[in-house]
């Protein structure tokens, strides 16, 4: 083992404020000083300063720790994912940009990008998405400098043939209109509400339902759902009622009424529970 005062002498300069390390060698030989060794050290520390990542999962908590997160990088058209990205509390980054491209055979589509704040001493920020076309997807982060910091990439395949009713997503009447209201005078909805707030322990309201032709069904069935967090999927169960109307009828209306605050939908089924149409409102004190 030859001497490392004799043969090298390295100068490792961490530059913290901007996220970079700068490795300086200065030599009169490197025969016996293992560059393995060296780019062990590089790697160390970059882990340490790129400690970024981008994760794909089905939901988010409140304090941004990822659910059912979505191991091999692979989905399926139209799945809805949360594009979780996370950094080391003590890591000094404010900001940056993350950049979504398309990967083609011989080119790459850039397709949007999401400027990134941690605000509030937070060291997460997640996004909602969907993807509507198949095909391999590349995620990249970059710091406030331009220096790319994180990626990772996402296949995206076609949907299997499935019988229509296992398609929770396909909705039979796009064109179907669903209005959260104050009241209903003369089947017209009045006071729409964009949201619900609460004041006593309970807030009455209506639920507009129009169509352009006939609804056909007997039964109107209605399920609702509540997210368990901000960022997580509606996966607490709240109610199911069905409602009996004609077949003939353009619109019908429903009375309903919320206890608690939160982030709902609500599933409107025909009576051969097929989806008619799918609707949201967030409820508030």
């Known amino acids: 083992m030859g001497n490392f005062r004799d043969y090298s002498i390295i100068i490792i300069n961490f530059l913290n404020e901007s996220n970079k390390i700068l490795i300086q060698i200065f030599y009169r030989g490197i025969s016996n000083f293992s560059l ?33 997160i979505i ?11 949360y594009i979780l990205i996370k ?5 000094l980054l404010t900001e940056g940009l993350l950049v979504v491209e398309k990967i083609e055979k011989n080119f790459k589509e850039n397709l949007f990008s999401i400027p990134v704040k941690f605000s509030d001493g ?19 982060f970059f710091n406030q400098n331009s220096d790319q910091i994180s990626a ?10 499935k019988n229509l009713v296992a398609i929770s997503d396909y ?11 104050k009241k209903v005078v003369n089947n017209k909805p009045e006071g729409i509400l964009e949201k619900i707030s609460i004041k006593n322990k309970e807030e009455v309201f209506f639920i507009y339902i129009s169509n352009n032709r006939p609804l056909n069904t007997e039964l109107i069935k209605l399920r ?22 004609k077949p003939s009828w353009y619109d019908t209306y429903i009375k309903y009424s919320l206890e ?4 709902y939908k609500f599933d409107f089924f025909n009576d051969k529970d097929l989806l008619l149409k799918t609707a949201y409102i967030t409820v508030d004190n």
Not at 40 to 55: A, D, M, P, V, W
Not at 87 to 91: G, L
Not at 226 to 239: A, N, Q, V, W
Not at 260 to 263: E, Q, S, V, Y
């Open 171 to 181: 909705e039979l009447f796009p064109e179907l209109m669903i209005i959260f209201c």
């Open 87 to 91: 950094k080391e509390k003590d890591i």
């Open 224 to 245: 609702v759902w509540r997210k368990k967090f901000l960022h997580s999927p509606y996966e607490i169960f709240i109610d199911s009622r069905k409602y009996r109307i």
């Open 36 to 68: 393995l060794s060296l780019l062990n050290i590089y790697l160390i520390l970059t882990s340490r300063i790129f400690s970024q990542e981008i994760i794909f999962c089905k939901g988010v908590t409140d304090s941004g720790i990822p659910l059912e």
């Open 122 to 140: 937070n060291n997460w920020e997640v996004y909602e998405y969907h993807f509507t076309k198949s095909g391999l997807y590349s995620f990249r």
């Open 260 to 263: 608690k605050p939160g982030h």
């Open 71 to 81: 191991s091999r990088k692979v989905i399926e058209i139209n799945d809805k994912i």
């Open 152 to 161: 990772v990439s996402l296949l995206v395949e076609k949907k299997e043939d």
